[in-house]
């Protein structure tokens, strides 16, 4: 296993590699921008003047934030805090100097969220509309200055999304996970956005409200097997991409349009709403962007990007021109690399993946990203399972898969079957009973990798993180022959303790995904992999964040209890302090060490 490497480089600066900086928000005269970066160790707010000078910090005291977004007014911050290490959110309002600092949504135990996530949901005046949610949900208008706050809307699994300038409608999103619809109240009347669809046939996860409130834009799938852009009837879509969020200058007249193309990386148009004019953006500064956002005239944009060789950066620039990096030099491959996870890493042999298809054992096409070390194959091959499921895997970066690289180790990270990016039916091919099939998938995926060459026989491992470390655990119980070693992390092991324990918001809107606790109650207990771990022979890393609400740590622990009295090799490894994601640097660069021992050893 390697040795402990420290936070800085030779010259005593954080390595870039180390730090991710996301979440970017204009000001209102289009002077400056607020991000988030962890590039001090833990997230917090940074300011910047897109005319040069220095980064300034802005003082949140004990708070680590996830996302930002300044007010129209230019007074104040929106902040989204992870102050309980959970997966509970606070929202905090605070002034760009650090003064007035006051906390407005989420107090325990609930959990808030700014409308629409990030960037939008401010009235002309400055006030904030934001949902707060426990049992319910609330979504509440809040006024920044005096914490003040009005309840707008109550219901279950209700999200506010927009407001229009004058606070008079609201833009709201309801449902369970792949069965979402919108809705716009105002005047004490509600009314759908989107016709009702039939079970399974579509849901519309996001929206934005032109500036007056009349005109709904919303991102969906009911009429189209890819999500497209609707406003009463089809905006536009792409017979080769989803739509993946839309993002609306504050006059209402330009729309930015990011798409999901080619398994996993992006496109972007601008629309012109008054003529309905769609221009392509040629030049993208990396393989992914998200998080766009334009100045109130739709001249400047801003955006989170990021690819395999650069962590997430926040870039500018004129809409539809070139842009700039903002948050680090972004001047191709990164000074330090990886080589904060790993010291003797060449920066110059960062690898970037390919995409690789294949077929599962019932014809459904999958794909994933493949990354290959220098030299001739079969090689030792570790298998990466995202989240969700309905996340995706995406060519960006990642320090676990440098690391794993640089000994000689393959990776590769298939978007199996409830996957997004490949329309509706692919994103719900695996809820409830047809979860099976998605352990064809990735049976699948260990076969061709070597069949075709790629990986060595008996020399494959899998991993994966939340529900990606769910599908690892039930891998390795039900294909125990075709694993040599196991890492999970913060994954589910029993559905039922699962829905015990979870936040009662995350179990009600997974009932869609996974299935009911009681109606499904045999099928979800056959699906867990806590009752078959007999049969589980890899030998097994589990990690966990001690505050996650989301997995509860418990799912790690019913294991690694199991195990002990199995006798199977196995470690546990609980960060703490940390929830459903690690967010300290240094227990990133510790979790990316321990895998790599774990790997390294077993493999």
Same mark, same amino acid.
């Given at each position: 296993? *390697? ?27 289009? +002077?400056?921008?607020?991000? =988030? ?15 040069? !000078? ?44 650090? *003064?007035?600092?006051? $906390?407005?949504?989420?107090? @325990?135990?609930?959990?808030?969220? %700014? ?47 927009? #407001? ?16 979402? +619809? ?6 004490? @009347? ?38 497209? $852009? ?19 200058? !504050? ?18 148009? %601008? ?26 005239? !739709?001249?400047?944009? #801003? ?46 042999? =960062? =690898? ?13 096409? /999958?794909?994933?990203? %493949? ?24 060519? &960006? ?9 640089? +000994?000689?180790?393959? &990776? ?12 509706? *039916? ?35 491992? /899998? ?23 196991? =890492? ?8 039922? *303790? ?7 918001? /995350? ?28 049969? $589980? ?22 294991? @690694?209890?199991?195990?002990?009295? $199995?006798?199977?090799?196995?470690? %546990? ?31």
């Amino acid at each position: 296993m *390697t040795s402990p490497v420290e936070i800085v480089d030779v010259h005593g600066h954080v390595p870039e590699d180390l730090y991710s900086s996301w979440s970017a928000s204009l000001s209102p005269d289009a +002077e400056r921008v607020a991000f =988030v970066s962890d590039r001090s160790g833990e997230p917090q707010v940074w300011l910047r003047s897109l005319h040069g !000078g220095p980064l300034e910090a802005v003082p949140l005291q004990g708070l680590r934030v996830v996302a930002v977004s300044w007010s129209p007014t230019g007074e104040w911050l929106a902040c989204v805090v992870d102050p309980a290490r959970g997966s509970r959110h606070e929202v905090w309002v605070v002034r760009a100097d650090g *003064t007035g600092q006051r $906390l407005v949504g989420g107090r @325990a135990p609930s959990t808030a969220a %700014l409308a629409g996530g990030r960037s939008r949901g401010w009235t002309e005046d400055g006030d904030l509309i934001l949902t707060e949610t426990s049992t319910t949900s609330q979504v509440l208008l809040v006024r920044p200055a005096t914490g003040e706050r009005e309840l707008l809307h109550e219901g279950a699994l209700t999200t506010a999304m927009d #407001v229009s300038a004058d606070g008079r409608s609201v833009l709201l999103r309801s449902g369970p996970r792949d069965a979402r +619809e919108l809705f716009l109240a105002g005047s004490g @009347a509600e009314r759908r956005v989107i016709p009702e669809a039939p079970e399974g046939c579509g849901s519309s996860e996001a929206g934005c409200l032109a500036p007056d409130g009349s005109i709904v834009y919303a991102r969906t799938d009911v009429r189209s097997e890819l999500a497209e $852009l609707v406003a009463g009837e089809l905006v536009v879509g792409r017979a080769d991409a989803e739509l993946d969020e839309v993002a609306l200058s !504050g006059d209402g007249r330009v729309a930015a349009l990011v798409w999901n193309v080619g398994g996993g990386t992006s496109a972007l148009s %601008l629309l012109d709403v008054t003529t309905g004019r769609v221009a392509d953006v040629p030049r993208l500064p990396r393989q992914v962007v998200h998080d766009c956002s334009l100045s109130h005239d !739709g001249r400047v944009l #801003v955006l989170t990007a990021e690819g395999p060789t650069d962590p997430k950066g926040v870039w500018y620039g004129p809409a539809g021109g070139t842009l700039t990096a903002l948050s680090s030099p972004g001047t191709g491959p990164l000074r330090a690399s990886v080589g904060a996870s790993l010291a003797r890493i060449d920066p110059t042999q =960062v =690898v970037e993946p390919e995409l690789h298809h294949l077929r599962s054992g019932d014809g459904t096409p /999958i794909s994933g990203w %493949l990354y290959r070390p220098p030299g001739a194959g079969p090689l030792p091959t570790m298998l990466w399972l995202h989240g969700g499921p309905e996340a995706q895997e995406r060519p &960006v970066y990642s320090s676990l898969f440098q690391s794993l690289l640089a +000994e000689g180790i393959a &990776v590769f990270a298939p978007n199996v079957r409830g996957s997004s990016g490949f329309g509706r *039916t692919f994103r719900n091919a695996d809820n409830g009973a047809r979860r099976y099939g998605a352990f064809e998938d990735v049976v699948a995926c260990a076969a061709d990798l070597i069949e075709t060459g790629i990986s060595l026989a008996g020399r494959v491992g /899998i991993s994966g993180r939340s529900y990606g470390g769910y599908l690892t655990l039930a891998m390795l119980t039900r294909a125990p022959e075709l694993f040599r070693v196991g =890492v999970a992390v913060c994954g589910m092991s029993d559905f039922h *303790t699962w829905y015990a324990a979870t936040e009662p918001w /995350i179990a009600a809107a997974a009932v869609s995904k996974y299935g009911d606790p009681e109606r499904d109650a045999e099928l979800l207990a056959d699906l867990s992999p806590r009752h078959a771990l007999d049969q $589980l022979r890899a030998p097994l890393l589990l990690v966990h964040g001690s505050d996650d609400t989301n997995v509860p740590v418990g799912e790690s622990l019913q294991v @690694a209890a199991a195990l002990e009295s $199995l006798g199977t090799p196995h470690r %546990l490894l609980v960060f703490e302090g940390e929830g459903h994601e690690l967010l300290a640097t240094a227990h990133r660069v510790e979790f990316v060490q321990a895998t790599l021992g774990w790997v390294l050893e077993h493999l």
